[in-house]
């Protein structure tokens, strides 16, 4: 599985869009792009995965650039309780096991 | 509530003693897997099964460690003399796999160990 990178920590003020980036360029055609997050003490929660088109659903928008060598997952009104550990993992569709890195600690303040 | 649970929550063992675990998966998943998680790291891939087959296991899972699906629906993880490296949270996900494409993957809360 490609390995990601994603910055360590980020803020975003409350109601504002938070942006988290991920470069996964090393890539390969059958990955899709994952993003799961963990709220302290709380197992991962999915969030939102696609393959080169983008992705919208009730949580958040996934952005994958043309080359697919990076993505952004768009929160679109960051809320408090979006602070968490967000995770960007590419991995292909029918993986055994999810390859985790240490994520973004995304801190979102009032 | 019907996502994934497990017990104990919590659980403080001293060095040497063995423990086990407990996993319910959502109910029409068919995928099962472990995870562990150290403090300030990601979780770690452990094992997974299909249904009651066991299909992988990480080089992590040594043989002190031993993980059951008997009729493919809960999980048990079972560690033997239990060491102080040990220590970690312990999380169990389920998923829906149809063929060969495999669905998001749904946490637990996860299971604390301490070892003293």
């Known amino acids: 599985d490609a390995k990601t990178t994603q910055p360590t920590s980020m803020d975003c003020a409350e109601g504002r869009a938070a942006n988290l980036p991920c470069n996964h360029s090393?890539?390969?055609?059958?990955?899709?792009v994952y993003w799961y997050r963990q709220i302290h003490s709380q197992g991962p929660q999915y969030i939102i995965h696609?393959?080169?088109n983008n992705e919208t659903n009730e949580m958040a928008s996934l952005i994958i650039t043309e080359d697919r060598k990076s993505s952004t997952l768009i929160l679109p009104h960051a809320t408090l309780r979006d602070t968490a550990v967000y995770y960007c993992i590419a991995s292909s569709y029918n993986t055994d096991k999810l390859i985790f890195g240490t994520g973004t600690r995304l801190q979102v303040f009032p | 509530d019907t996502g994934v649970s497990q017990n104990p929550r919590h659980k403080i063992t001293k060095r040497g003693q063995n423990v086990t675990f407990r996993c319910d998966p959502i109910?029409?998943?068919?995928?099962l897997y472990w995870y562990r998680q150290t403090l300030g790291q990601g979780p770690e891939f452990l094992t997974y099964?299909?249904?009651?087959?066991?299909?992988?296991k990480s080089r992590l899972l040594s043989d002190r460690f031993s993980a059951e699906r008997p009729k493919g629906s809960f999980s048990t993880l079972e560690i033997q003399r239990t060491e102080q490296g040990d220590s970690a949270m312990y999380l169990c996900?389920?998923?829906?796999?149809?063929?060969?494409?495999?669905?998001?993957?749904?946490f637990g809360p996860g299971t604390r160990l301490t070892v003293t």
């Open positions: 090393t890539i390969s055609g059958n990955e899709y």
């Open positions: 109910s029409e998943h068919n995928r």
């Open positions: 099964f299909q249904n009651e087959a066991q299909l992988e």
């Open positions: 996900a389920s998923s829906l796999a149809a063929g060969v494409v495999s669905y998001e993957q749904y």
């Open positions: 696609g393959l080169k």
